[in-house]
């Protein structure tokens, strides 16, 4: 990994020229997006995660932390006790410079019960996409849940992107059969003219994830719906 995204976020946060970074994916044309968002405000933030932040409580772990906007509003506005981490060594130094108090680089499939249980644990701005892929999904769930305290919640965004795929004069979709799921696509992100390593993402319709939830032992809760097939869920144990 590269860390381009990283990159772009630490050069937002020290003046560093930042630029556009570029996002492509198996499904969708090269788009670009401005580096100030990963930056915003509460009051700049869609309704799916202001709702996100208003339930949290407890000890929180904040996964794919990125800039660490969520982070820094739970830490400052709420005074809730919040653990950051990322993937990205640029993105954390970056939330470290922000005033994050507890940001690592950490890969979320290689914490052990010796990290720690938490009461809330965060995954916006489409969490599920930190699985990969549907056959991933289930370790993905099961990691998290050994790392949730017993009465504690997930909280966890995703986009049904059935939208983006041909309707035909029936209703129906024209869907290639190359993934195990629509919702399962590669990401491309270049940043300054270089490009990072493809990586896998995925998109998942709430009631698929409902099922996958229950088959690891939680149960899912719908708790808000976007404006554009997005939605916010709520996975608790059993």
């Not at 809330?120 to 050994?146: D, E, H, R, V, W």
Request: hydrophobic share 35%; proline share 1%; net charge negative.
């Amino acid at each position: 990994m590269k860390d381009l995204f990283g990159k772009a976020i630490l050069d937002f946060q020290t003046n560093n020229n930042p630029e556009n970074i570029i996002t492509e994916t198996s499904i969708s044309e090269a788009d670009e997006m401005s580096v100030s968002y990963l930056f915003r405000s509460f009051d700049e933030m869609p309704k799916i995660e202001q709702k996100a932040l208003e339930l949290a409580s407890g000890k929180v772990l904040d996964v794919g932390c990125g800039a660490g906007s969520h982070s820094l509003y739970l830490q400052k506005e709420r005074n809730l006790d919040v653990v950051s981490i990322d993937i990205s060594n640029n993105a954390v130094l970056a939330c470290a410079e922000r005033g994050l108090e507890q940001c690592y680089v950490q890969d979320l499939m290689t914490m052990t019960d010796e990290d720690g249980k938490y009461d809330s644990i965060l995954l916006l701005m489409n969490g599920c996409g930190l699985a990969g892929t549907m056959k991933k999904l289930p370790a993905f769930l099961q990691k998290l849940k050994s790392l949730l305290n017993v009465d504690g919640q997930i909280l966890i965004d995703s986009s049904d992107i059935i939208y983006m795929f041909d309707e035909d004069e029936d209703g129906g979709r024209w869907i290639s059969n190359e993934a195990e799921y629509y919702g399962e696509v590669t990401f491309d992100i270049s940043y300054k003219g270089e490009k990072e390593d493809t990586f896998d993402w995925l998109y998942i319709d709430y009631n698929t994830l409902q099922n996958a939830a229950y088959a690891n032992g939680l149960k899912a809760e719908m708790i808000l719906e976007g404006e554009h097939y997005d939605y916010l869920a709520k996975l608790t144990h059993l």
